[in-house]
């Protein structure tokens, strides 16, 4: 229950962000008649989506920012057609895969990937915990023997090793992708992520190491 409010609780706030860049929700607010969609009402539709994006290997939270994206920043999608049609689905998700360069959406990434809280209360690091939503990636690369590509999004996307991954239990490429990640990380990041050491030590550690 916790990861699934958690994940909702993540849509819901990239969709709010999102939705205040639009032209048609800054025109509204300029005369105060919009406020930010609730997590009550809309936790059904951002479960769905979250099912809908994970049986196809698609990060829930990028294809939000396309479906935005695609519409030209001027109206925000309904949340009932975040995910599209039978008809159209085939060809949404092709036009998706030509999304390569999203600079405002990897900013927003990065900015959020700190410790931090959801309005669900449950909290969650991108150097310590493990992302259902990087999973389902990292299980579509190895079906598709994209180990390279696996491991050189661990910035962004697929997080690197994780000792507590069954995807990366099985994955051929889990000892070379533990280098990498450990090269990267100015502190002990598999410790962390196996729960030897704690969260704020290592970000202690961090901040010592670029003093």
């Keep these: 229950m916790g990861s699934t409010m958690q994940l909702e609780a993540t849509l819901l706030s990239d969709y709010n962000f999102w939705r205040a860049q639009t032209w048609h929700t800054k025109q509204l607010r300029e005369k105060g008649y919009l406020r930010d969609l609730k997590l009550k009402k809309t936790a059904p ?31 925000a999608p309904r949340l009932d057609q975040l995910i599209p049609s039978n008809k159209r689905e085939n ?13 405002a959406f990897s900013h927003r990434v990065h ?34 023997n994209q180990l390279e590509r696996c491991m050189s999004e661990m910035d962004s996307r697929t997080f690197g090793y994780h000792p507590r991954s069954r995807v990366c239990e099985r994955c051929p490429a889990a000892t070379e992708c533990l280098r990498r990640l450990q090269a990267k990380a100015p502190f002990d990041i598999v410790a962390l992520r196996r729960g030897d050491v704690d969260l704020q030590s290592c970000y202690v550690t961090a901040q010592r190491t670029r003093s």
């Design 111 to 144: 900015e959020q990937s700190r410790f931090h809280a959801e309005p669900t209360g449950v909290y969650w690091d991108v150097n310590r915990d493990i992302s259902h939503l990087a999973e389902a990636i990292k299980r579509r690369y190895i079906a598709t």
């Design 91 to 103: 060809e949404t998700i092709q036009k998706y895969k030509l999304l390569k360069t999203t600079p």
């Design 45 to 75: 539709a951002f479960t769905a989506l979250g099912q809908w994006c994970g049986e196809r290997g698609i990060d829930p939270r990028r294809w939000i920012y396309f479906r935005f994206a695609s519409r030209n920043w001027r109206f």
